[in-house]
């Protein structure tokens, strides 16, 4: 049995956050190569969904690039309206890849060895 080890997201993987509208889009590069289908098992669209539950998103794609080891989401009406209509004070929704960023996620103990950051994260 493969031992793994639950980890934050931001361990495994980088990302940036962009807006149109009342749409967020968050992509999510992985560090090192072999995090890429780890990550692709584990981010599914109903996963993101879940993580993202409190914004109510009405619909959460996800587009897989693998030449780039990365994938983007998008995620609708999780902005509040959008800029010209949110009150929140993160009215683009640039700090939401850090709410992805911080899902946990499962890597087997043999590529531990590849996670950046503190250990206890």
């Given at each position: 049995m493969t031992q793994?080890?639950?980890?934050a997201l931001f361990r495994a993987a980088h990302?940036?956050?962009?807006?149109?509208?009342n749409r967020s889009n968050i992509s999510v590069i992985v560090w090192h190569p072999e995090f890429y289908p780890l990550l692709v098992a584990?981010?599914?669209p109903e996963a993101v969904a879940t993580q993202f539950g409190h914004r109510q998103p009405s619909?959460?794609?996800?587009?897989?690039l693998p030449k780039l080891h990365a994938m983007n989401f998008v995620l609708d009406d999780v902005l509040d309206g959008g800029v010209n209509d949110a009150l929140n004070l993160d009215a683009h929704g640039k700090a939401l890849s850090f709410l992805l960023l911080d899902m946990s996620i499962e890597v087997p103990a043999s590529?531990?060895?590849l996670l950046i950051g503190p250990a206890d994260a």
């Open positions: 793994v080890r639950k980890v990302g940036r956050t962009g807006d149109k509208g584990q981010l599914t619909r959460v794609q996800r587009f897989l590529l531990a060895h």
